[in-house]
């Protein structure tokens, strides 16, 4: 029998027999009243097919990312635990180019299983919920790789495909045509565990552990091209409060709520993207799994204003009490919540002073990491190779280098490319197809993607010479849909000044070092004009919402009343990031074609990109002002030269070190000039 063959034969028992494993009755002792026992909840979330430790946009491995050390990390607590219960809380199935292959390139057929779960299934996952970004590919190709039967509009109504061998739960997603959730909102798991008696001996018993999922509810908005007309969305907090008392009913001793969202303590709204601060007050949870906002809770250092509300423990991991954790993204961390349980002789119950919440690192030491799993990297060979040889496909060439290093202080370099393709595309299309806006003058908006937000790795940066597609996945990170808006000269004003809102508000008088960029406010919103015919200033000494000005076209003042399309994505146009005037309403054109899809036509078209043509249009600069102290941000180190090439000439370098530990520089921009 050959290897290949074996393979297939061992993934199909996986997949036919662990499922029936997590569902077969748990024959077990009765607990003896006064038992106890120490049930660790382990939690992934944000994966997004981080399968193994490399990047595959800069073609090299990446060690502090990867399932492969997350599993590490996973067998080393079941040999700490004797009872562990191993959860992912979604993001998991979209985020690189191995995810992208798997979707847009080569699906697996129907009786193969997508290689994120192929990793999750060897490990032995016991549940899951789905993240906002499981809906980017539509709900045909998220019905068939989850083994599921969707019964809604677009779907066919085939043979149920291969899937995860565990139970994927989401409470708040309905389908319009059955009034049904989409998945099963809830699962009890029979979970047998090793307890001790109040004698202090050892017995096998069981536990029934209740999992239920959320995720935010607006992927009616962020993906409304795959939802609409196909399913609906419920609160967070009444869809909790519906179906908890259900699953104690049904003999649920145990509730795990895993919520793809962070915390937010606003005046609840079911459409609130971040419900969890309130989920957390619903009576019944007693653990509650965190992630989509790709940070790491507990974390007595954090800054995080979400992690520093009332009722908000960030040095236990505990929200209004309930033991809560969030392990940051791409496989950095594994949560571990070290329940201590006491058996009444009816029921078990979590002694929460005893409780011990933890988010473990794959990171050792500065450049030190565990070591990954070979076995995990092993499941996946084929897929991790198949997709190097994808992305390494020529598409054109560039003369110049195009970073994202310095787009925080108006390098377009990174940028522009993006959005000539977007303009061009809209302007054809407009050609064809709405002769009504031809008059109109068509902008584009992109931003930087990748801006060094967990370390200096993250930055978009493709070299000079052949352009392949990594390159393109590189200056355009997500499989968006190219989406056009009708606005006015003053919704495309505040359309900027949101977007401004991505640096702090700087005082001239103070002589103290200054941070120019406003962290909370992500990279991925700091949406940009480059164009030749657009003009303003960010004057970043006034308030937010005060700072666009001088803002004209073709060198004319652009009056409020003016009429612009300007291209973007669906994320942006149907809300995402909470732009105001962008909720889907004022859409012209809803592309059915992938942004990055329109950037390599583009490129190909091009054939070679030069810094005139593809590099030079910077539309935005500072207002200009005398700061008595120095305003600072933070980049890759030694790259001055690079600022000086894209005609950043107020550039300096402070520090080759800025003490972040995320290998970043301190530079310092001059406002004056």
């Given at each position: 029998?050959?290897?290949?063959?074996?393979?297939?034969?061992?993934?199909?028992?996986?997949?036919?027999?662990?499922?029936?494993?997590?569902?077969?009755?748990?024959?077990?002792?009765?607990?003896?009243?006064?038992?106890?026992?120490?049930?660790?909840?382990?939690?992934?979330?944000?994966?997004?097919?981080?399968?193994?430790?490399?990047?595959?946009?800069?073609?090299?491995?990446?060690?502090?990312?990867?399932?492969?050390?997350?599993?590490?990390?996973?067998?080393?607590?079941?040999?700490?635990?004797?009872?562990?219960?191993?959860?992912?809380?979604?993001?998991?199935?979209?985020?690189?180019?191995?995810?992208?292959?798997?979707?847009?390139?080569?699906?697996?057929?129907?009786?193969?299983?997508?290689?994120?779960?192929?990793?999750?299934?060897?490990?032995?996952?016991?549940?899951?919920?789905?993240?906002?970004?499981?809906?980017?590919?539509?709900?045909?190709?998220?019905?068939?790789?989850?083994?599921?039967?969707?019964?809604?509009?677009?779907?066919?109504?085939?043979?149920?495909?291969?899937?995860?061998?565990?139970?994927?739960?989401?409470?708040?997603?309905?389908?319009?045509?059955?009034?049904?959730?989409?998945?099963?909102?809830?699962?009890?798991?029979?979970?047998?565990?090793?307890?001790?008696?109040?004698?202090?001996?050892?017995?096998?018993?069981?536990?029934?552990?209740?999992?239920?999922?959320?995720?935010?509810?607006?992927?009616?908005?962020?993906?409304?091209?795959?939802?609409?007309?196909?399913?609906?969305?419920?609160g967070v907090r009444e869809t909790a409060e519906k179906y908890i008392p259900e699953m104690r009913k049904k003999g649920a001793q145990l509730i795990v709520a895993l919520s793809h969202g962070g915390l937010d303590d606003a005046p609840y709204s079911p459409a609130m993207e971040s419900a969890n601060w309130h989920l957390a007050k619903v009576p019944g949870i007693d653990v509650?799994?965190?992630?989509?906002?790709?940070?790491?809770?507990?974390?007595?250092?954090?800054?995080?204003?979400?992690?520093?509300?009332?009722?908000?423990?960030?040095?236990?991991?505990?929200?209004?009490g309930v033991p809560t954790v969030m392990p940051s993204q791409w496989g950095k961390h594994l949560g571990v919540v070290q329940l201590h349980l006491a058996y009444d002789g009816k029921t078990w119950s979590v002694d929460k002073d005893k409780t011990v919440v933890q988010a473990r690192a794959t990171q050792t030491g500065p450049k030190t990491f565990v070591e990954p799993d070979?076995?995990?990297?092993?499941?996946?060979?084929?897929?991790?190779?198949?997709?190097?040889?994808?992305?390494?496909?020529?598409?054109?060439?560039?003369?110049?280098?195009?970073?994202?290093?310095?787009?925080?202080?108006?390098?377009?370099?990174?940028?522009?490319?993006?959005?000539?393709?977007?303009?061009?595309?809209?302007?054809?299309?407009?050609?064809?197809?709405?002769?009504?806006?031809?008059?109109?003058?068509?902008?584009?908006?992109?931003?930087?993607?990748?801006?060094?937000?967990?370390?200096?790795?993250?930055?978009?940066?493709?070299?000079?010479?052949?352009?392949?597609?990594?390159?393109?996945?590189?200056?355009?990170?997500?499989?968006?849909?190219?989406?056009?808006?009708?606005?006015?000269?003053?919704?495309?004003?505040?359309?900027l000044e949101t977007a401004a809102q991505r640096f702090n508000t700087i005082d001239p008088a103070v002589s103290a070092p200054q941070e120019l960029v406003n962290t909370r406010f992500p990279s991925f919103n700091f949406d940009t004009i480059t164009s030749k015919d657009v003009s303003y200033e960010i004057d970043v000494t006034k308030k937010p919402g005060e700072r666009i000005?001088?803002?004209?076209?073709?060198?004319?003042?652009?009056?409020?009343?003016?009429?612009?399309?300007?291209?973007?994505?669906?994320?942006?146009?149907?809300?995402?990031?909470?732009?105001?005037?962008?909720?889907?309403?004022?859409?012209?054109?809803?592309?059915?074609?992938?942004?990055?899809?329109?950037?390599?036509?583009?490129?190909?078209?091009?054939?070679?990109?030069?810094?005139?043509?593809?590099?030079?249009?910077?539309?935005?600069?500072?207002?200009?002002?005398?700061?008595?102290?120095?305003?600072?941000?933070?980049?890759?180190?030694?790259?001055?030269?690079?600022?000086?090439?894209?005609?950043?000439?107020?550039?300096?370098?402070?520090?080759?070190?800025?003490?972040?530990?995320?290998?970043?520089?301190?530079?310092?921009?001059?406002?004056?000039?």
């Amino acid at each position: 029998m050959n290897r290949s063959l074996r393979h297939q034969i061992s993934t199909a028992l996986v997949a036919t027999f662990t499922p029936l494993l997590l569902n077969a009755p748990a024959y077990a002792a009765k607990a003896p009243a006064g038992a106890t026992a120490v049930l660790a909840v382990l939690e992934t979330s944000d994966l997004h097919a981080n399968v193994v430790g490399y990047d595959y946009y800069k073609l090299a491995a990446e060690p502090s990312i990867g399932v492969d050390r997350t599993a590490t990390l996973i067998k080393a607590a079941r040999k700490e635990f004797a009872n562990t219960l191993l959860l992912d809380n979604g993001d998991t199935i979209q985020g690189t180019a191995f995810a992208d292959y798997q979707a847009l390139v080569k699906p697996p057929a129907c009786n193969e299983v997508l290689g994120i779960y192929k990793i999750m299934n060897a490990l032995g996952y016991e549940g899951g919920t789905v993240g906002n970004h499981e809906f980017n590919y539509g709900l045909p190709f998220l019905n068939r790789i989850t083994g599921s039967q969707f019964q809604v509009k677009g779907v066919d109504k085939g043979a149920r495909c291969a899937g995860p061998a565990f139970p994927i739960v989401l409470a708040n997603v309905n389908s319009l045509q059955t009034k049904a959730p989409l998945f099963a909102p809830y699962q009890i798991i029979d979970k047998k565990i090793m307890a001790r008696g109040p004698d202090g001996k050892p017995v096998e018993t069981l536990v029934k552990v209740g999992i239920i999922g959320f995720t935010p509810p607006d992927i009616m908005a962020w993906d409304k091209r795959w939802l609409e007309g196909r399913v609906a969305t419920a609160g967070v907090r009444e869809t909790a409060e519906k179906y908890i008392p259900e699953m104690r009913k049904k003999g649920a001793q145990l509730i795990v709520a895993l919520s793809h969202g962070g915390l937010d303590d606003a005046p609840y709204s079911p459409a609130m993207e971040s419900a969890n601060w309130h989920l957390a007050k619903v009576p019944g949870i007693d653990v509650m799994l965190m992630g989509h906002a790709h940070q790491l809770f507990p974390n007595a250092e954090s800054t995080v204003p979400q992690f520093n509300l009332p009722g908000v423990d960030k040095a236990r991991g505990l929200v209004h009490g309930v033991p809560t954790v969030m392990p940051s993204q791409w496989g950095k961390h594994l949560g571990v919540v070290q329940l201590h349980l006491a058996y009444d002789g009816k029921t078990w119950s979590v002694d929460k002073d005893k409780t011990v919440v933890q988010a473990r690192a794959t990171q050792t030491g500065p450049k030190t990491f565990v070591e990954p799993d070979a076995e995990v990297a092993a499941l996946v060979r084929a897929e991790h190779e198949a997709t190097i040889a994808y992305v390494k496909t020529p598409v054109g060439r560039s003369a110049f280098r195009m970073t994202s290093y310095f787009a925080d202080v108006g390098d377009p370099s990174a940028l522009e490319v993006v959005n000539r393709a977007q303009a061009e595309y809209v302007g054809n299309y407009v050609k064809t197809n709405l002769p009504q806006y031809a008059s109109l003058p068509v902008l584009s908006v992109s931003a930087p993607f990748k801006a060094g937000f967990p370390s200096v790795t993250d930055y978009t940066d493709v070299p000079a010479g052949d352009l392949a597609l990594n390159n393109a996945a590189d200056l355009y990170l997500f499989p968006n849909s190219l989406y056009a808006v009708k606005v006015d000269g003053a919704g495309l004003k505040a359309w900027l000044e949101t977007a401004a809102q991505r640096f702090n508000t700087i005082d001239p008088a103070v002589s103290a070092p200054q941070e120019l960029v406003n962290t909370r406010f992500p990279s991925f919103n700091f949406d940009t004009i480059t164009s030749k015919d657009v003009s303003y200033e960010i004057d970043v000494t006034k308030k937010p919402g005060e700072r666009i000005v001088n803002l004209t076209y073709l060198g004319k003042p652009v009056a409020p009343t003016q009429a612009f399309l300007v291209a973007t994505n669906n994320y942006r146009a149907s809300g995402g990031g909470g732009f105001p005037g962008l909720d889907g309403s004022n859409v012209v054109i809803a592309s059915p074609d992938n942004n990055r899809d329109i950037l390599i036509a583009h490129i190909r078209g091009a054939k070679e990109l030069t810094r005139a043509s593809h590099g030079a249009a910077r539309s935005w600069r500072f207002a200009r002002v005398e700061t008595k102290g120095q305003v600072v941000f933070h980049s890759a180190p030694g790259l001055e030269g690079l600022a000086r090439e894209a005609g950043l000439g107020n550039v300096s370098q402070v520090k080759a070190d800025d003490g972040s530990g995320k290998g970043t520089a301190l530079y310092a921009v001059d406002l004056s000039k």
